[in-house]
């Protein structure tokens, strides 16, 4: 089955200082990595996502970015806020059939110092 | 996007017995998900409920533990069965909403006493 591994486990950032999340996917046959954002007690929402046609994807100060070769995808914070602060999961899956449950990452801590 | 409901939000249990666990969307749904959080871990897919046919389980989950029903494409129960300390997590149902992508409930947090 799919694998996915993400690193950091934890990063902290200076506010307005960048940063960078990374996942690798062991299955080829992935073809959706979407990025979620859990804060303490509330349940995970998508920030963003990417599909396998597509090589970068931007909302505002968020970007992800895939690289099939490689089978990588990361999540770029641009400017960060305090309220960036958080645990990011990111997840792979691929389309078709039975085959729609998403594999998650172990996820990053995020914390955006003041 | 969907609201998905679910509930109970929380809940204290003895250990020995079970809760079940509901989910509603407001939309109909082919596929819905069942995810347990561990304290401080990430999300692990229980099942995969599909309307009008047996749930399909992950690796280590097995139906007896964690019986699914899906009587029609708005709705889920996950029962959580004769539950001891180690099954005390959060619970969360998904589904998948097309261009929104996948969508968590609110989740269950279960404490076993």
């Known amino acids: 089955g799919e694998n996915v591994e993400q690193h950091p486990s934890t990063l902290s950032v200076q506010e307005g200082d960048s940063a960078v999340i990374k996942c690798t996917y062991s299955?080829?046959?992935?073809?959706?990595f979407p990025w979620y954002k859990q804060e303490l007690g509330k349940r995970p929402q998508l920030i963003i996502d990417i599909r396998s046609n597509v090589g970068e994807k931007k909302d505002q100060r968020i970007a992800v970015t895939l690289n099939k070769t490689a089978k990588h995808f990361s999540l770029h914070i641009t400017e960060t806020q305090p309220e960036d602060s958080a645990v990011y999961f990111c997840?792979?899956?691929?389309?078709?059939?039975?085959?729609?449950?998403?594999?998650f990452g172990k996820g990053t801590l995020l914390t955006v110092n003041p | 996007s969907a609201v998905i409901s679910q509930k109970p939000s929380r809940d204290i249990c003895q250990r020995g017995t079970s809760l079940t666990i509901q989910c509603q969307v407001d939309s109909q749904v082919t596929m819905m998900f069942w995810y347990r959080q561990q304290p401080g871990q990430s999300l692990t897919l229980i099942a995969t409920?599909?309307?009008?046919?047996?749930?399909?389980?992950e690796s280590g989950f097995v139906i007896d533990k964690f019986p699914i029903s899906r009587p029609n494409l708005t709705f889920s129960t996950l029962t959580v069965s004769n539950m001891s300390p180690e099954d005390s997590s959060i619970y969360l149902c998904?589904?998948?909403?097309?261009?929104?992508?996948?969508?968590f409930g609110s989740g269950t947090r279960l404490t076993v006493v």
């Open positions: 997840a792979a899956s691929k389309s078709g059939g039975s085959n729609y449950k998403l594999t």
């Open positions: 299955d080829s046959a992935s073809n959706y």
């Open positions: 409920a599909n309307q009008g046919s047996e749930a399909t389980y």
């Open positions: 998904s589904v998948e909403l097309g261009h929104y992508g996948y969508t």
